[in-house]
């Protein structure tokens, strides 16, 4: 894939609902699926350094063996390309309820494979040198149901509190996940250049 110099953006796992302008790669034949491919056994057909841009939503928890994926991402994406990252946070009640979930995500998920970050206050150990990006944006999203006016509209300001500095996301993950469930989280990652 992409020996004509196109530009080339995937969305993973992208199901019936592929981001447009992407081309959408799943394990399903649905409606938007460009290529049907199971993904755990890696991309063999994409070119190293080959992809600008990834797109992934509510699909890495699915996977057995997250590593090898963004190990695979890593491979492929090219020097500065982007990767967009949304999984459930693992506050996220409704996360138990899908079996087919296989993995946990919360606000240091991807600094594990990142260049520390002097922002953030915590700090994870490197396991694998080989994947490595620079985490350019987080931000924790908190839904509610949609019925309850009132529960969406306290959800959407302690959004907008914890989201306010790098600061209150690392508090609400240290102190505040048992009293205010966040939904999703959402990451930017870029390829770092070496």
Request: charged share 25%; with cysteine.
């Amino acid at each position: 894939m992409n020996d004509n110099g196109l530009t080339l953006k995937i969305d993973l796992g992208c199901g019936p609902n592929k981001k447009e302008g992407f081309k959408g790669m799943d394990i399903l034949p649905l409606p938007g699926v460009d290529f049907v491919v199971n993904l755990e056994e890696g991309f063999p057909f994409i070119q190293d350094n080959s992809v600008d841009e990834f797109y992934t939503s509510h699909f890495l928890e699915h996977i057995q063996n997250f590593e090898q994926v963004l190990a695979e991402i890593h491979r492929t994406l090219k020097p500065g390309g982007i990767c967009t990252v949304i999984v459930p946070h693992f506050s996220n009640p409704y996360y138990y309820s899908d079996y087919t979930h296989k993995r946990f995500f919360g606000y240091y998920s991807f600094d594990y494979f990142s260049k520390p970050d002097k922002k953030i206050k915590r700090t994870v150990p490197v396991y694998n040198e080989k994947i490595s990006f620079e985490i350019l944006s987080r931000k924790l999203i908190f839904r509610s149901s949609r019925f309850r006016v009132i529960n969406l509209f306290k959800k959407h300001i302690i959004q907008r509190i914890f989201n306010f500095s790098v600061y209150f996301q690392e508090v609400y993950e240290g102190l505040f996940t048992n009293l205010f469930t966040c939904y999703e989280i959402h990451f930017v990652l870029r390829k770092l250049i070496k």
